[in-house]
């Protein structure tokens, strides 16, 4: 009927029926940091009336134990030809899934202030700038604030803490000659850490009112 699966086998019967076609002298192809695979383009399985494209994952963990896995496509898609992609293209789903959960708990729309559809696709356009936005600036902090015994560590803080926690914590701004320092609430739960800057080489202007968001609010006015 058209679909793609793409798919991971929980049967362990699977997984060792998988392991006895492995042969001493195969060689697997490095997938991931610490993941190979191997794979067979149209293999038949007990109870399935479709021959599948199947790869045996293997993972070296910590403790120099291998863990084997399968996984399962069936579609057009060459994808034996190519393990990295493969392997790729089935993770890609927890960025995915990822990325809902974030949408319902971190970025939401709890009310729409807006009644009209184009108004609505700004709102959610912005809420999505937002949600790339605290992305970049994280990495912006890590690569420019000066390193310091109490340096708030945001990039461990996670999106969901950085929105809820951080973004509504007081904090006292210093700035001079030599950089700027934000300096979090005693009474906060970040109470004890800071962020400082250096200071640039060409200043800053700050826009308080910037034209776009000015020009965004008035179209999201007008469209009520």
């Known amino acids: 009927m058209g679909y793609e699966l793409y798919t991971k086998l929980?049967?362990?019967?699977?997984v060792q029926a998988l392991q006895k076609k492995v042969q001493p002298e195969t060689t697997w192809t490095r997938v991931g940091k610490n993941a190979e695979m191997l794979a067979w383009p149209a293999l038949k399985l007990d109870h399935c009336p479709y021959p599948l494209a199947l790869g045996l994952e293997r993972?070296?963990?910590g403790d120099k134990k291998l863990k084997h896995s399968a996984l399962a496509y069936f579609g057009n898609a060459p994808v034996t030809e190519d393990l990295p992609a493969w392997f790729g293209a089935y993770n890609r789903r927890q960025t995915?899934?990822?990325?809902i959960k974030e949408t319902k708990q971190v970025f939401y729309l709890n009310r729409l202030k807006?009644?009209?559809?184009p108004a609505i696709y700004v709102q959610e356009a912005m809420t999505i700038f937002a949600a790339n936005f605290i992305r970049w600036?994280?990495?912006w902090i890590k690569q420019r604030a000066k390193p310091a015994?109490?340096?708030?560590?945001?990039?461990?803080?996670g999106i969901k803490r950085q929105v809820q926690v951080l973004a509504h914590t007081s904090a006292k701004v210093i700035q001079n000659s030599g950089g700027?320092?934000?300096r979090?609430?005693?009474?906060?739960?970040l109470a004890g850490k800071s962020l400082q800057f250096r200071a640039l080489k060409k200043p800053v202007r700050l826009n308080y009112f910037l034209p776009l968001f000015t020009f965004l609010a008035m179209i999201a006015q007008r469209l009520r």
């Open 149 to 157: 015994k109490d340096q708030l560590q945001i990039e461990k803080m």
């Open 59 to 61: 993972f070296h963990t």
């Open 10 to 14: 929980h049967n362990h019967k699977v």
């Open 114 to 117: 807006v009644r009209s559809e």
């Open 180 to 182: 700027m320092l934000l």
């Open 137 to 139: 600036s994280a990495v």
């Open 96 to 99: 995915i899934e990822a990325g």
């Open 184 to 189: 979090f609430s005693p009474a906060s739960s």
